[in-house]
């Protein structure tokens, strides 16, 4: 490549050789060629070197294993483009995608963007059903880039590009959970602006079953409490949601089961709602039929994790005090 790119796109990498096969594939597609790709494999014991080869415009590096953050930041210090890409191994790339980027920057220039996530054609069954849990306004209130949104849209790292201006005044990405929700309210915070590309959407494989979906819920709960304990303000009324919806389900429950059948009757009508929401968005009836146990699950796990997280640090205020928490967190992620 004879002269900087106009985007750098950043990969970490952690033994997902065919997930990387994948993703490189559909970007070799792309219609705007403006780009290199920087894949980081954070200490894989199955490196990916050899998968990347192929791929002219793909730089690869392989580093100890630190963490995602690490390996981001690590793909920013060898970046050569005016603006950083960031999409997870697991994702598929529409051929557009790129030129939709560029067409919008255009337009509309950007310091900060992302666009939505989507379910391939070649996904599987439990993988579109927990994408219409995840994307779905009926359980998470469109804030993962949704058409309607109840909160005021945030980047995530599935789809997240930025400036380079920005890294150069805010830094890189801490090593947290929600470390992307973390880096665009860092982002904000400075007076860079944010949009959403509606267009530019990507397909996002999810997790391969419902075991480690409610595990990954689980962890998003409980770090929205570290944000709002980071980010005095930040908690929203559909953050709250999931856990007011795993006590109401647990009261329904129990009057159910003790008073009168009819206590039940606002939980059947809601999975009858997801039930009829996913038919529509997924055109298929043993989708939706598997979308409904998975939205719940999206929906108690996260509520889990957000009440537990509540109960522990704020009501019994355990844990690190979190001002040394951010202290600790700078010094790991100071850009030098």
Request: glycine share 8%; hydrophobic share 45%; net charge positive.
């Amino acid at each position: 490549m004879n002269h900087n790119p106009r985007f750098s796109i950043i990969v970490p990498v952690y033994n997902r050789i065919d997930e990387v096969a994948e993703l490189l594939e559909s970007l070799s597609s792309q219609t705007y060629r403006d780009f290199e790709v920087i894949i980081v494999d954070d200490g894989s014991t199955e490196p990916c070197g050899k998968t990347c080869s192929p791929y002219p415009f793909v730089r690869y590096f392989w580093k100890e294993n630190e963490g995602r953050s690490p390996a981001r930041n690590h793909g920013m210090e060898q970046a050569r483009g005016s603006y950083f890409l960031f999409f997870d191994s697991d994702c598929v790339i529409p051929p557009d995608y790129m030129a939709i980027v560029a067409r919008e920057l255009d337009a509309r220039p950007l310091d900060c963007f992302g666009g939505p996530d989507a379910a391939h054609e070649s996904f599987t069954p439990v993988q579109k059903a927990i994408n219409f849990a995840m994307t779905s306004f009926l359980t998470t209130g469109g804030i993962r880039g949704g058409k309607i949104q109840l909160e005021k849209f945030t980047p995530r790292t599935f789809n997240m590009g930025f400036s380079r201006a920005v890294w150069e005044r805010v830094g890189g990405f801490r090593e947290m959970f929600s470390e992307d929700i973390d880096m665009s309210m860092r982002i904000r915070h400075e007076g860079f602006s944010m949009g959403l590309l509606r267009q530019a959407a990507v397909y996002h494989r999810r997790r391969q079953n419902l075991r480690k979906f409610r595990r990954q819920v689980y962890v998003f709960g409980m770090s929205r409490i570290t944000l709002q304990l980071l980010y005095p303000g930040s908690l929203k009324a559909v953050h709250t949601f999931p856990a007011l919806f795993l006590l109401g389900t647990v009261a329904m429950i129990l009057l159910g089961a003790l008073a009168s059948p009819w206590w039940l009757l606002p939980l059947g009508i809601y999975v009858a709602a997801l039930f009829m929401a996913a038919t529509a968005s997924t055109r298929s009836i043993s989708i939706a039929a598997m979308a409904v146990p998975a939205s719940l699950i999206q929906l108690w796990g996260y509520g889990a994790g957000f009440l537990q997280a509540w109960f522990t640090k704020v009501l019994l205020r355990r844990g690190r005090d979190m001002q040394q928490e951010i202290e600790i967190r700078k010094g790991k992620n100071e850009r030098l």
